[in-house]
Protein backbone atom coordinates (compact mmCIF):
# COMPACT_ATOMS: atom_id res chain seq x y z
CA UNK A 1 0.00 0.00 0.00
CA UNK A 2 1.44 3.39 -0.86
CA UNK A 3 2.01 5.82 2.47
CA UNK A 4 -0.56 8.83 2.48
CA UNK A 5 0.42 11.82 0.73
CA UNK A 6 0.41 15.27 1.89
CA UNK A 7 -0.25 19.02 0.44
CA UNK A 8 0.37 21.84 2.21
CA UNK A 9 -1.92 25.18 1.41
CA UNK A 10 -0.66 28.52 1.49
CA UNK A 11 -2.43 31.30 1.81
CA UNK A 12 -0.16 34.34 0.45
CA UNK A 13 -0.65 37.93 0.08
CA UNK A 14 2.37 40.40 -0.38
CA UNK A 15 5.06 38.22 1.47
CA UNK A 16 7.59 38.70 -1.18
CA UNK A 17 10.44 39.34 1.64
CA UNK A 18 9.97 36.21 3.32
CA UNK A 19 7.52 33.63 1.75
CA UNK A 20 10.82 31.73 -0.31
CA UNK A 21 12.24 31.49 3.20
CA UNK A 22 9.28 30.26 4.38
CA UNK A 23 8.64 27.38 1.74
CA UNK A 24 11.83 26.10 1.72
CA UNK A 25 12.07 25.98 5.88
CA UNK A 26 8.58 24.15 5.46
CA UNK A 27 9.98 21.73 2.62
CA UNK A 28 12.93 20.79 4.18
CA UNK A 29 11.64 20.02 7.68
CA UNK A 30 8.54 18.61 7.13
CA UNK A 31 9.84 15.80 3.99
CA UNK A 32 11.92 14.19 7.42
CA UNK A 33 8.10 13.08 7.72
CA UNK A 34 6.10 12.81 4.32
CA UNK A 35 7.36 14.09 1.20
CA UNK A 36 4.98 17.47 1.23
CA UNK A 37 3.45 18.93 -2.56
CA UNK A 38 2.69 22.86 -1.71
CA UNK A 39 -0.53 24.63 -3.09
CA UNK A 40 0.13 28.59 -3.04
CA UNK A 41 -3.13 30.32 -3.18
CA UNK A 42 -1.40 34.07 -3.73
CA UNK A 43 -3.86 36.90 -3.51
CA UNK A 44 -3.74 39.98 -5.59
CA UNK A 45 -0.16 40.70 -3.96
CA UNK A 46 1.11 44.37 -4.94
CA UNK A 47 4.89 43.10 -4.31
CA UNK A 48 7.02 41.13 -6.04
CA UNK A 49 5.56 37.82 -4.45
CA UNK A 50 4.22 36.43 -7.82
CA UNK A 51 7.73 36.67 -9.19
CA UNK A 52 9.43 34.98 -6.44
CA UNK A 53 6.73 32.11 -6.39
CA UNK A 54 6.67 31.53 -10.10
CA UNK A 55 10.41 30.60 -9.48
CA UNK A 56 10.07 28.60 -6.50
CA UNK A 57 7.74 26.17 -8.59
CA UNK A 58 10.64 25.76 -11.23
CA UNK A 59 12.56 24.72 -8.31
CA UNK A 60 10.24 22.89 -5.82
CA UNK A 61 6.78 20.78 -6.15
CA UNK A 62 4.52 23.64 -6.19
CA UNK A 63 1.20 24.19 -7.73
CA UNK A 64 0.15 27.85 -8.09
CA UNK A 65 -3.53 29.80 -8.30
CA UNK A 66 -2.41 33.30 -8.88
CA UNK A 67 -4.66 36.52 -8.57
CA UNK A 68 -4.77 39.77 -10.01
CA UNK A 69 -6.84 41.22 -7.68
CA UNK A 70 -7.55 40.99 -3.92
CA UNK A 71 -9.86 37.73 -2.69
CA UNK A 72 -9.55 37.77 0.48
CA UNK A 73 -8.33 35.11 3.28
CA UNK A 74 -11.42 33.50 3.44
CA UNK A 75 -11.73 32.74 -0.56
CA UNK A 76 -8.19 31.86 -0.88
CA UNK A 77 -8.15 28.87 1.79
CA UNK A 78 -11.30 27.86 0.11
CA UNK A 79 -9.64 27.73 -3.33
CA UNK A 80 -6.75 25.86 -1.81
CA UNK A 81 -8.97 23.60 -0.05
CA UNK A 82 -11.11 22.58 -3.41
CA UNK A 83 -8.15 22.19 -4.89
CA UNK A 84 -6.36 19.74 -2.65
CA UNK A 85 -5.12 16.05 -4.15
CA UNK A 86 -3.17 14.25 -1.63
CA UNK A 87 -4.70 12.30 0.97
CA UNK A 88 -4.20 14.83 3.32
CA UNK A 89 -3.60 18.48 3.58
CA UNK A 90 -1.60 21.27 6.06
CA UNK A 91 -3.04 24.31 6.11
CA UNK A 92 -0.91 27.04 7.56
CA UNK A 93 -0.40 30.47 7.02
CA UNK A 94 2.26 31.84 5.56
CA UNK A 95 3.91 34.41 7.73
CA UNK A 96 6.40 32.05 9.68
CA UNK A 97 4.94 32.31 12.65
CA UNK A 98 3.91 28.42 11.95
CA UNK A 99 6.94 26.39 13.48
CA UNK A 100 7.12 23.08 10.76
CA UNK A 101 8.95 21.39 13.23
CA UNK A 102 5.69 20.67 14.74
CA UNK A 103 4.60 18.98 12.05
CA UNK A 104 5.45 15.63 12.88
CA UNK A 105 3.52 14.62 15.75
CA UNK A 106 0.40 15.85 13.53
CA UNK A 107 1.36 13.16 10.65
CA UNK A 108 2.29 10.65 13.44
CA UNK A 109 -1.05 11.19 14.64
CA UNK A 110 -3.20 11.68 11.81
CA UNK A 111 -5.46 8.63 12.26
CA UNK A 112 -6.72 9.21 15.71
CA UNK A 113 -8.79 11.88 14.67
CA UNK A 114 -10.66 13.40 11.79
CA UNK A 115 -9.30 17.01 12.17
CA UNK A 116 -5.64 18.00 13.93
CA UNK A 117 -5.27 21.38 15.24
CA UNK A 118 -2.62 23.32 16.85
CA UNK A 119 -2.94 25.13 20.27
CA UNK A 120 -0.63 28.61 20.25
CA UNK A 121 1.41 28.40 23.34
CA UNK A 122 2.81 32.07 24.00
CA UNK A 123 1.16 33.23 21.24
CA UNK A 124 3.13 36.14 19.00
CA UNK A 125 0.49 38.44 18.26
CA UNK A 126 -0.43 41.99 18.78
CA UNK A 127 -2.38 42.78 22.13
CA UNK A 128 -5.54 43.72 20.39
CA UNK A 129 -5.92 40.38 18.52
CA UNK A 130 -5.12 38.13 21.73
CA UNK A 131 -7.91 40.32 23.73
CA UNK A 132 -9.84 39.82 20.72
CA UNK A 133 -9.56 36.19 20.68
CA UNK A 134 -9.84 36.12 24.30
CA UNK A 135 -13.18 37.79 24.15
CA UNK A 136 -15.23 36.08 21.31
CA UNK A 137 -13.71 33.07 22.33
CA UNK A 138 -16.26 33.02 25.27
CA UNK A 139 -19.55 34.24 22.95
CA UNK A 140 -18.30 31.39 20.77
CA UNK A 141 -18.01 28.91 23.21
CA UNK A 142 -21.31 29.16 24.34
CA UNK A 143 -22.56 28.82 21.03
CA UNK A 144 -20.80 25.84 19.95
CA UNK A 145 -19.21 24.39 22.42
CA UNK A 146 -16.65 23.15 20.48
CA UNK A 147 -13.84 20.68 22.15
CA UNK A 148 -10.75 23.30 21.39
CA UNK A 149 -9.01 25.68 23.21
CA UNK A 150 -7.79 27.59 20.37
CA UNK A 151 -10.30 27.74 17.53
CA UNK A 152 -8.90 30.09 15.53
CA UNK A 153 -4.86 28.41 15.23
CA UNK A 154 -4.35 28.24 11.44
CA UNK A 155 -2.27 24.87 11.85
CA UNK A 156 -4.52 22.65 11.01
CA UNK A 157 -4.46 19.01 9.43
CA UNK A 158 -7.25 17.40 7.67
CA UNK A 159 -8.27 14.42 5.04
CA UNK A 160 -8.66 15.13 1.53
CA UNK A 161 -12.79 14.57 1.79
CA UNK A 162 -13.54 17.08 4.96
CA UNK A 163 -11.26 19.95 2.78
CA UNK A 164 -13.43 19.39 -0.17
CA UNK A 165 -16.24 19.68 1.77
CA UNK A 166 -15.21 22.64 4.02
CA UNK A 167 -14.39 24.43 0.78
CA UNK A 168 -18.35 24.43 -0.43
CA UNK A 169 -19.86 25.04 2.82
CA UNK A 170 -17.43 28.52 4.46
CA UNK A 171 -17.85 32.33 3.89
CA UNK A 172 -19.23 34.26 6.66
CA UNK A 173 -16.25 34.85 8.94
CA UNK A 174 -13.85 36.63 6.11
CA UNK A 175 -12.04 37.44 9.00
CA UNK A 176 -12.17 34.38 11.09
CA UNK A 177 -11.56 31.88 8.85
CA UNK A 178 -10.65 29.25 11.42
CA UNK A 179 -13.46 30.10 13.91
CA UNK A 180 -15.74 29.28 11.32
CA UNK A 181 -13.71 25.98 10.26
CA UNK A 182 -13.82 24.82 13.75
CA UNK A 183 -17.66 25.51 14.20
CA UNK A 184 -18.83 23.79 11.19
CA UNK A 185 -16.26 20.81 11.43
CA UNK A 186 -17.68 20.54 15.55
CA UNK A 187 -21.55 20.36 14.22
CA UNK A 188 -20.24 17.94 11.30
CA UNK A 189 -19.50 15.70 14.14
CA UNK A 190 -15.52 15.24 13.12
CA UNK A 191 -13.76 14.17 15.87
CA UNK A 192 -10.58 16.84 17.17
CA UNK A 193 -7.49 16.70 18.42
CA UNK A 194 -5.64 19.28 19.64
CA UNK A 195 -1.44 19.73 19.96
CA UNK A 196 0.48 22.53 21.49
CA UNK A 197 2.39 24.21 19.00
CA UNK A 198 5.41 26.80 19.26
CA UNK A 199 4.04 30.43 17.82
CA UNK A 200 6.76 32.34 16.08
CA UNK A 201 7.11 36.46 15.29
CA UNK A 202 6.37 37.43 11.87
CA UNK A 203 9.09 36.74 9.62
CA UNK A 204 8.14 40.22 7.54
CA UNK A 205 5.67 42.73 7.94
CA UNK A 206 2.50 43.41 9.59
CA UNK A 207 -0.90 42.08 9.98
CA UNK A 208 -3.59 44.51 7.94
CA UNK A 209 -6.89 43.15 9.71
CA UNK A 210 -7.10 43.49 13.28
CA UNK A 211 -6.33 47.18 14.07
CA UNK A 212 -7.75 48.96 16.78
CA UNK A 213 -10.15 51.28 14.47
CA UNK A 214 -11.54 47.90 12.43
CA UNK A 215 -11.91 45.71 15.99
CA UNK A 216 -16.14 46.89 16.47
CA UNK A 217 -16.94 46.11 13.20
CA UNK A 218 -15.28 43.05 12.93
CA UNK A 219 -16.50 41.93 16.18
CA UNK A 220 -20.54 42.72 15.34
CA UNK A 221 -19.84 40.57 12.57
CA UNK A 222 -18.21 37.52 14.27
CA UNK A 223 -21.18 37.58 16.14
CA UNK A 224 -23.65 37.64 13.74
CA UNK A 225 -21.68 34.74 11.31
CA UNK A 226 -21.86 32.61 14.96
CA UNK A 227 -25.52 32.80 15.07
CA UNK A 228 -25.88 32.22 11.05
CA UNK A 229 -23.64 29.71 10.87
CA UNK A 230 -25.32 27.53 14.28
CA UNK A 231 -28.73 28.40 12.09
CA UNK A 232 -27.61 26.94 8.96
CA UNK A 233 -25.88 24.13 11.07
CA UNK A 234 -28.90 22.73 12.86
CA UNK A 235 -30.52 19.33 12.67
CA UNK A 236 -32.86 19.22 10.39
CA UNK A 237 -34.60 16.45 11.39
Known amino acids: ?18 IEATIREMYTVIRAAVEPGFIVCEDGSRDNTQQVLRNLANELPIRLNLSETRKGY ?30 RRFWESRTRADVLIGQRVDRADTMVRRTFSRFFYVIYQSV ?13 LIRRE ?13 EGFWWEFVARCHRHGYRFLEFPVHHRTRAAGTTRVYKWRKMPG ?4 HVAALFKIWFQTRPTA
Open 218 to 221: IFLH
Open 162 to 174: IAHRLATEMGEMK
Open 1 to 18: MAPDSLEILLPVHNEADS
Open 74 to 103: SKAVCEGMAMTEADYLLCVDSDGQCDPADF
Open 144 to 156: FRAPVHDPSCPFV
